[in-house]
């Protein structure tokens, strides 16, 4: 068990540059999450992965925002046309969840991606 | 939506000191964590407890699901110890809390 990864650590974009992160979750993980969080706050909820059905997803994603899970393994989370205000630190996580009823399941962190837009 | 309020938002201690971190949540909830977050960002789970006590190491926490609140409890704190910690609670994400920032002092 290696734990959540998440590559690249830390992106430096100019603005309206298009940036790709990607997730590779433990790998007897079914759910796959991401989440979005600022300086001095707490994580947010940006979107969840039940294999590779993505079943729900936060207002916070906006249309520039795009998450897929091809085949149930790992994860890639695109922001298009990146603005300022997307400067934030991006961190996924994955749980068990062994279907999609729900049913809770510890979720474990990755280290994130620092995104910093100039 | 469901809220959790943690308190207090910043906390200064002496190595050695003890500490309790306080959660509060607006509804029920089927899952209850607690997360370590260190100076590089990474998120460290410290308890999954949705009720009860559990404890690890100088560490233990309680949830009291009917009165919508959990605890955690540091012991003898280590300058380590130090960083902002984390109560979430799951309505299938998890919903944070602004965290607590501890700092402890050698």
């Known amino acids: 068990d290696t734990g959540v990864s998440q590559d690249p650590r830390h992106k430096i974009t100019k603005r309206g540059q298009n940036v790709t992160f990607r997730c590779d979750p433990i790998s007897e993980h079914n759910r796959l999450y991401w989440y979005r969080q600022t300086l001095g706050q707490g994580p947010e909820f940006l979107t969840y992965f039940q294999n590779e059905a993505q079943l729900e997803k936060s207002r916070l994603l906006s249309d520039r925002f795009s998450a897929e899970r091809p085949k149930g393994s790992f994860s890639t989370l695109e922001i298009q046309r990146t603005e300022q205000g997307d400067s934030a630190m991006y961190l996924c996580a994955s749980s068990l969840g062994l279907n999609r009823d729900f049913d809770p399941y510890e979720q474990y962190f990755g280290p994130g991606t620092r995104l910093t837009v100039t | 939506g469901i809220q959790v309020e943690q308190s207090p938002p910043d906390l200064i201690l002496q190595e050695g000191a003890n500490s309790t971190l306080r959660c509060n949540f607006s509804d029920s909830v089927n899952n209850l964590q607690w997360f370590h977050q260190n100076p590089w960002g990474q998120l460290i789970n410290l308890f999954y407890?949705?009720?009860?006590?559990k404890q690890n190491g100088r560490l233990s926490a309680t949830t009291v699901a009917t009165e919508r609140y959990s605890l955690l409890y540091i012991s003898s704190s280590q300058t380590t110890d130090s960083g902002v910690y984390f109560c979430?609670?799951?309505?299938?994400?998890?919903?944070w809390g602004a965290g607590t920032k501890l700092i402890i002092k050698p």
């Open positions: 407890i949705p009720s009860g006590t």
């Open positions: 979430a609670v799951e309505d299938y994400q998890l919903i």
